[in-house]
């Protein structure tokens, strides 16, 4: 038998030899034979539908003896290529090993966090939290969820309308189209001087002459309330 093997991985010929594979017999390609379910006899060839860019690097672990990552694939991709080619992460060179670890450790963190979303659920859903915590839960989805419930829906709705009116009140206080005449300028001037007050008043400021001759309505000062 020839010592030259060839793979197609997916749509892509690759050509090596027998005995560069077989120097880690352990791994997939290193147990090949002709009978092999991924052998075609027709082609005389092997033929795997994985991702052909990842397979040169496959390949070099049987030339060279260790796997490099490239920096541009992610580690989810290797851990499956591994996986595949049962190739044991302890082959991975020592450069890329700590990338390799990286990836394993968010990815524990990541599992670790989406099982107690999970479980936190499922506590909730089987009512296995006490009964506290699912009051100060049921209050804080009413509170900072308004789309949890209608009524959280309508109490943010009436908490955005107080925000807004406490806003515009005290624009509404000073537009003099609002506010409502007590007195004329003329007349609170001779009063003044009737009474003997020291009161100086800028007759030329409409602001001021405003504010001393105007109040704001009544309704008004029950919005203000708010
Ligand atoms: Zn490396």
Not at 63 to 91: A, M, S, Y
Not at 130 to 156: D, H, M, N, V, Y
Request: glycine fraction near 4%; hydrophobic fraction near 40%; include cysteine.
């Amino acid at each position: 038998m020839s010592d030259e093997i060839h793979i197609n991985v997916g749509g892509t010929l690759f050509e090596t030899k027998w005995s560069t594979l077989q120097r880690h017999c352990d791994t997939l390609l290193g147990s090949l034979t002709t009978t092999s379910e991924y052998y075609n006899n027709v082609r005389k060839q092997f033929f795997f539908d994985r991702n052909p860019e990842l397979f040169n690097t496959i390949l070099d672990f049987y030339r060279n003896g260790v796997i490099h990552f490239p920096t541009h694939i992610c580690g989810w991709n290797w851990k499956q290529e591994l996986e595949f080619w049962r190739i044991p992460v302890t082959d991975i060179s020592e450069c890329c090993y700590p990338k390799y670890i990286k990836y394993e450790k968010d990815q524990n963190l990541v599992n670790y966090i989406k099982n107690a979303f999970i479980v936190r659920t499922a506590e909730y859903q089987t009512h296995k939290v006490s009964c506290l915590a699912g009051i100060k839960q049921r209050i804080w989805l009413f509170l900072e969820e308004p789309t949890s419930s209608i009524a959280a829906k309508i109490f943010s709705i009436f908490y955005l309308l107080i925000v807004l009116l406490s806003a515009i009140t005290p624009i509404l206080a000073t537009h003099p189209d609002v506010r409502q005449k007590v007195v004329d300028l003329d007349v609170l001037i001779y009063w003044v001087n009737l009474n003997g007050l020291n009161f100086w008043l800028n007759k030329q400021n409409p602001k001021e002459v405003m504010f001393v001759t105007t109040e704001q309505p009544k309704w008004l000062e029950d919005l203000d309330l708010f």
